[in-house]
């Protein structure tokens, strides 16, 4: 699955879980943190099942003990905590006060959680997760001179200073003659030895363990070194900016002048998808768009992959006729009728099932093994990829006859 489309569906997740309500505090959320035994917030539930036995009022007592109850019987399914933790939220959300319906919903968060929660509430507490979708990557921060250099690794509004080095070269030169170049030439090494460190300091911190690499300093070291580039290849150098300082502060100066090169790197893949898809279908013809003619392309296997807006609020319903047995599948923009009329007998074709458009055919794409790509909005390609073509496109690996 794309990383787009695990984004997409934990945003969805996350908006379904935010809409629902309790009647009192009886919505109970749950989070374990990575590395945390599972068997410790069990513990804390029977705790707490013990303690809602004393709630006065009889409904919300017994949906307090119905949710804890399913939470700690979903808890079995695992032998230990997910790699990144577990989100569990429970309680009754029905909209109906003399219906009960208590529902159980569990995230694996996307990255690892480092608190650990239970609050009961009259709606789900989801800060912990929502604040996840602000930055889910994290970048490398490399400041240097001839003297010191800092690494710092930020995600979001996280700063964190991972190592500082210095520099064993001689500032001045004060012997003349034959000592002089003798002394220049150790210098000139102690310079290579210090790019060394500072690249192999790199390696370490920074490799498979950030998105991408800003590098940032006074004056011409930076730059001197990036020209010896005495790291692994595999390191993505996204830029290198002036700065006054090589401590913290030169950390933040790199980040306040890097905020237009980091919001273009988050963008860029996004970017070059639209452009090639709206390139083949103004001349190349490797493209389609439009919900009957991505679908027939998916069916037939025609599809490299289908790109869908996340804002497409388009719903597909499937329909069947109980006299002659036809079945129909039609998109509507909002709620579908119950009945339509049956192109066949003129009979009424009865609503069998409905769901979002975009899952439709996510699920689909899926089945038939082809890639799905969720285009966000905030960006201009992914906006006039919904307003220009509906939010629907495919890629296709072979031209349409």
Not at 77 to 104: C, H, Q, R, W
Not at 281 to 308: D, F
């Amino acid at each position: 699955m794309a990383d787009s489309e695990k984004l997409y569906n934990f945003k969805k997740q996350l908006k379904k879980l935010s809409e629902f309500r309790g009647s009192g505090t009886e919505l109970i959320s749950v989070y374990i943190p990575s590395g945390s035994p599972i068997h410790e917030m069990g513990n804390k539930l029977r705790e707490e099942m013990s303690q809602a036995s004393n709630i006065k009022s009889k409904s919300t007592r017994t949906n307090v003990l119905g949710a804890l109850e399913k939470i700690m019987n979903h808890f079995k399914i695992y032998k230990k905590t997910p790699e990144n933790g577990l989100a569990v939220f429970a309680g009754n959300i029905s909209d109906n006060p003399a219906k009960v319906d208590i529902e159980l919903f569990a995230i694996e968060p996307p990255e690892p959680l480092n608190v650990g929660a239970y609050r009961c509430d009259s709606k789900f507490f989801l800060d912990p997760l929502e604040d996840m979708l602000e930055s889910t990557d994290a970048y490398g921060i490399l400041v240097l001179d001839g003297r010191e250099a800092t690494l710092a690794i930020v995600k979001g509004t996280n700063i964190n200073i991972v190592r500082k080095l210095n520099s064993t070269a001689h500032a001045k030169i004060r012997k003349g003659g034959q000592s002089a170049r003798r002394y220049e030439r150790l210098i000139e090494e102690q310079i290579e030895n210090y790019y060394k460190r500072v690249g192999g300091a790199m390696d370490r911190i920074f490799l498979e363990k950030v998105k991408a690499v800003i590098v940032g300093g006074p004056g011409p070291t930076k730059d001197n070194f990036m020209k010896m580039k005495p790291f692994n290849y595999q390191i993505d150098v996204l830029g290198v900016v002036d700065t006054g300082y090589t401590d913290e502060y030169g950390v933040r100066e790199v980040l306040a002048k890097s905020q237009k090169i980091l919001a273009e790197q988050e963008a860029v893949k996004e970017k070059v998808l639209v452009d090639r898809f709206i390139k083949e279908v103004v001349g190349g013809g490797l493209a389609t768009y439009g919900v009957k003619e991505v679908r027939e392309a998916i069916e037939s296997r025609q599809a490299e992959r289908v790109l869908l807006s996340e804002d497409l609020e388009h719903v597909s319903a499937t329909y069947r006729c109980p006299s002659c047995e036809k079945e129909k599948t039609g998109v509507f923009r909002e709620t579908p009728p119950d009945t339509i009329v049956c192109s066949e007998c003129n009979g009424q074709m009865k609503l069998q099932k409905e769901e979002p458009l975009l899952d439709e055919l996510a699920d689909l794409a899926r089945a038939h093994g082809i890639e799905v790509e969720i285009i966000s909005t905030s960006s201009t390609e992914g906006a006039q990829f919904l307003t220009g073509f509906a939010g629907v496109g495919a890629l296709l690996r072979y031209k349409m006859r």
